[in-house]
């Protein structure tokens, strides 16, 4: 199993900046797709973007799009999400994912990160 632990969580002002990393142990790294998902208080867990294997497709959700960026780097075992425009909305808890191709359902998972946006 892919172990995934990420980091870059913190507390900032709304119009600020954050990049969050997912990194994952094992040389086998490039046999999954990855994906972000975040939980707010209350809430049911959510989709934010995912990235293909070897990362030239990406995909996001319509809430942040145009702000959020993800990239991976494979040869180091990360996958990056670059954030922008930060907006109290954004707060939650931020989980990287992984699945292999074979599934379409996201099978491993970090322990998350926080991230909060004062207003």
């Known amino acids: 199993q892919v172990q995934l632990v990420e980091s870059g969580g913190g507390l900032v002002q709304a119009g600020g900046s954050l990049r969050l990393s997912c990194a994952a142990s094992g040389r086998t790294f490039e046999n999954y797709a990855m994906a972000w998902f975040r939980q707010a208080p209350g809430k049911e867990r959510e989709f934010v973007g995912g990235i293909s294997r070897v990362g030239g497709s990406t995909f996001y959700a319509d809430s942040v799009k145009g702000r959020f960026t993800i990239s991976r780097d494979n040869a180091k075992n990360t996958m990056y999400l670059q954030m922008t425009s930060l907006e109290p909305e954004d707060t939650a808890v931020y989980y990287c994912?992984?699945?292999?191709?074979?599934?379409?359902?996201?099978?491993?998972w970090g322990q998350g990160t926080q991230v909060t946006v004062s207003s």
């Open positions: 994912a992984a699945r292999l191709r074979t599934t379409s359902t996201y099978d491993y």
